[in-house]
């Protein structure tokens, strides 16, 4: 019998607690504040180092988080395949990402 995929739980990033800050309100309480673009790209390279030996990847977040780390990959890190999907969540904040993987090894 062959081999099933089995898709694990997903494992939650979050860039505010990647870089120890807090992007929820912005000065004084003010609406909440993205990460500068620039950091992310320490924080989307270190998801993509964790997604290096997964077989089969899908990413989710909110439309402004998946578009960013979607370009990152394009521009930067082209050569991961395991990267099936990108999805829309609406209830993720920016830099907030669920990623979910398929690890082609797995016995179920």
């Not at 800050?21 to 320490?42: C, F, S, V």
């Not at 402004?64 to 990108?86: C, E, K, L, P, W």
């Not at 969540?89 to 797995?106: K, N």
Request: glycine share 6%; aromatic share 10%; with cysteine.
């Amino acid at each position: 019998m062959p081999k099933r995929r089995q898709v694990t739980q997903p494992i939650l990033y979050s860039a505010a607690d990647y870089y120890g800050r807090d992007d929820r309100t912005g000065p004084n309480g003010a609406e909440p504040m993205a990460p500068a673009r620039e950091d992310d790209h320490d924080f989307y390279a270190r998801i993509c180092d964790d997604l290096s030996d997964q077989a089969e990847v899908v990413i989710v977040g909110n439309r402004n988080s998946v578009r960013n780390f979607h370009d990152f990959v394009q521009t930067n890190r082209r050569g991961i395949s395991a990267i099936m999907n990108y999805e829309i969540a609406t209830d993720l904040d920016d830099g907030q990402f669920a990623v979910f993987t398929r690890d082609s090894s797995s016995d179920n």
